[in-house]
Each structure stands twice: as structure tokens, then as C-alpha cells.
């Protein structure tokens, strides 16, 4: 079946500091792969997505490419903030569910950014 | 505009009760679904709904029953609580757009303690 494994947390990084969060996937097609943001006391929120082999997704200076030939989405920032400090979530959408995005999730990797 | 709504945010429970996690989305989004999120683990599916009405079991479905009576609303119920579901409950909800549904908004999470 499919599965994502991301890597395990806790991060501690110093503000500015590069970040990488490595996720890896399996799945028998072809699915779309997401970074989710969960901050303090909220639900989670989409932070990017790429929906095809070499897609870079890219938001609030977070970027993702999604290499079918490593299986890999690993997602990266230049220069982390405070403000980052959240809990992160890799995932793919079933490719077999056409028209029904079930989500298979990673288990999430909690980034604490020091200032 | 609230997004996707739950309650309680916390609740405790004793083994054998029962009760009812509300979820209620102000988006008119046809598709809702139910996670649970256990510690160091990433979300798993319970239950999920395509329309008022439909609903289906998720990858976890055991020991929960859903409705879907109207679009906004998708309670799950709990009817004899055991430890093992202690954990932390996500709604989530999706518009079908032609043939690709789009990104899954979550809720903040209802915190449950089954003793």
C-alpha cells in the first residue's frame, strides 16, 4: 500500500539557518505529494503541493520538488524564522481514488527555530 | 468565514461512555472526512463522507459510527469509549472541482482522554 516516512523529529535549528525535512513515499501510482503546517493550537493547513514528477512547490519561502526517481519530496527553506516553529506533515493523495483525495500521512516532524 | 469548526477541544472520557465530536464547515465543501492522530504517528482515516447523505469507512473505522445528514455538519460517535482511543481527532473538508478535488482544510482538533 502506499506509505510516507518523514523524517523524525524534534529539529532545533537557529533562526536563519538552512532547513531541510527529508520525506520519502511509496505508492503504486502516480499520486500528488503535500506539505501540511500545523501551528500551536491549530488545525493543519496546506503549505505546498506538487501534483506531477518534477513539480516544485513552493510557498512562504518553503520549497518541495517531487523526484519520482529517488521518491522523494523533501521539503527546504534558505533561512528559517521564530515564526516557523510548527509541526510538519509530508503526503500523498491516493492515485487510485480518482475524484477523492484520501491523504496517507507521514508522522509529522516538530521544527522548533531558536532565535 | 470560519473554515472548519470543532467541539470540544478537550474532552475526557471514562471507559464504556459515550459521546459525539462534532465538525461543522461553512464552505459548502461536498467532501468531509475524519483522521485520528496518535502519538508519533501520522493521521490515519476513519471515516469520510463524498455528500450528505454518503458516507464510507476509512482505514479505522472500528468502535465509530458517522452521519452526514446535511452538507455542513459531519458528527462522528463514539458508543463505548476504550483507551484505545485516546488521541487526537482531526475534521477535514474538500470541494470536488470538475474531476480533482482540491486542498483538504482541517480543524483545529478535538483532544480525547479515554481512563
Known amino acids: 500500500g502506499n506509505s510516507v516516512t518523514q523524517m523524525e523529529g524534534p529539529v532545533t535549528l537557529s533562526e536563519e539557518a538552512f532547513l531541510t525535512i527529508n520525506c520519502t513515499y511509496t505508492a503504486t501510482g502516480y499520486p500528488s505529494l503535500f506539505w501540511y503546517v500545523q501551528y500551536p493550537g491549530e488545525g493543519l493547513q496546506l503549505l505546498l503541493k506538487a501534483t506531477k514528477a518534477d513539480d516544485k512547490g513552493s510557498n512562504k519561502g518553503f520549497e518541495a520538488t517531487y523526484r519520482k526517481e529517488t521518491t522523494s519530496f523533501h521539503l527546504e527553506k534558505g533561512s528559517v524564522q521564530v515564526s516557523d516553529s510548527a509541526v510538519y506533515f509530508c503526503?500523498?493523495?491516493?492515485?487510485?481514488?480518482?475524484?477523492?483525495?484520501?491523504?496517507?500521512f507521514g508522522t509529522g516532524t516538530r521544527l522548533t527555530i531558536i532565535p | 468565514n470560519a473554515g472548519v469548526t470543532q467541539t470540544p477541544k478537550f474532552r475526557i472520557l471514562k471507559i464504556g461512555q459515550s459521546m459525539t465530536l462534532q465538525c461543522t464547515q461553512d464552505m459548502n465543501h461536498n467532501y468531509m472526512y475524519w483522521y485520528r492522530q496518535d502519538p508519533g504517528m501520522g493521521l490515519k482515516l476513519i471515516y469520510y463522507s463524498v455528500g450528505a447523505g454518503i458516507t464510507d469507512k476509512g482505514e479505522v473505522p472500528n468502535g465509530y459510527n458517522v452521519s452526514r445528514s446535511t452538507t455542513e455538519d459531519f458528527p462522528l460517535r463514539l458508543e463505548l469509549a476504550a483507551p484505545s482511543q485516546t488521541s487526537v481527532y482531526f475534521c477535514?473538508?474538500?470541494?470536488?472541482?470538475?474531476?480533482?478535488?482540491?486542498?483538504?482544510?482541517f480543524g483545529p482538533g478535538t483532544r480525547l482522554t479515554v481512563l
Open positions: 477535514a473538508s474538500t470541494r470536488l472541482a470538475g474531476a480533482i478535488t482540491d486542498t483538504q482544510y
Open positions: 503526503a500523498l493523495s491516493d492515485p487510485s481514488n480518482f475524484g477523492n483525495e484520501k491523504l496517507t
